[in-house]
């Protein structure tokens, strides 16, 4: 199976940097993966169109080429990324807005739109603060990204896994977390 992993955040010595890690060193080694480490690679997240630069072009971006072949490459997308103030970082959703777009990842309808990702899976591994009994009530914490870009594009299905409280959390616990990532990771 080819393998994305999608990785959003500037700390590689954060927890999410552990995280990656560990999906890194228990995915099977018959699996090929390959890494887009947004910050490492300075991904420029700003959307941008105008007369020249239409939006209905983007699809075909040069900027954003490597992107959408990579994605085209995979069997499964998986991401990782903490939730700041109830969603993706902005780097992502810059990544979002500017490779999942018309013409490559969906096509527009009069009413809707018809999806062109098909055939692919998704995991979205994120992290955060909020006490588990709040998440449900919250409009993201990975669930924008699975149900309204991923499943709208024909991603699906995908699993969300979400790592939770970080700031309370002991060592012990932060480590039962990344336990359990390692865990589903060997089952891809």
Same mark, same amino acid.
């Given at each position: 199976?080819? $393998?994305?992993?999608?990785? %959003?955040?500037?700390? /590689?010595? %954060?927890?999410?940097g552990a995280v990656l890690e560990q999906i890194q060193n228990?995915?099977? %080694?018959?699996?090929?993966?390959?890494?887009?480490?947004?910050? &490492?690679e300075h991904f420029d997240p700003v959307l941008f169109f105008d007369k020249q630069h239409r939006?209905?072009?983007? %699809?075909? !971006?040069? &900027?954003?080429?490597?992107?959408?072949?990579?994605?085209?490459?995979?069997?499964?997308?998986? +991401?990782?990324y903490p939730t700041w103030? =109830?969603?993706?970082?902005?780097?992502?959703?810059? +990544?979002? !807005?500017?490779?999942f777009v018309s013409g490559f990842a969906y096509?527009?309808?009069? $009413?809707?739109?018809?999806?062109?990702l098909n055939g692919r899976t998704a995991w979205?591994?994120?992290? /955060?603060?909020?006490? &588990?009994? &709040?998440?449900? +009530?919250?409009?993201?914490? =990975?669930?924008?990204?699975?149900r309204q870009v991923l499943a709208a594009c024909g991603i699906k299905p995908c699993r969300i896994t979400s790592l939770a409280p970080l700031k309370s959390s002991t060592p012990a616990r932060?480590?039962?977390m990344l336990e359990k990532v390692a865990r589903l990771a060997r089952k891809i």
């Open positions: 199976m080819n $393998i994305l992993i999608i990785y %959003s955040h500037p700390n /590689h010595e %954060s927890f999410n228990n995915l099977d %080694s018959r699996h090929t993966v390959r890494l887009v480490d947004l910050y &490492a939006r209905r072009d983007l %699809s075909k !971006d040069p &900027a954003t080429k490597k992107y959408r072949d990579l994605i085209i490459w995979a069997d499964k997308l998986i +991401f990782v103030w =109830g969603g993706m970082p902005a780097m992502l959703k810059g +990544f979002v !807005d500017r490779v096509k527009g309808k009069k $009413i809707g739109m018809t999806p062109k979205i591994v994120t992290s /955060h603060d909020t006490p &588990a009994i &709040a998440v449900p +009530f919250m409009p993201d914490y =990975g669930s924008v990204l699975k932060r480590q039962k």
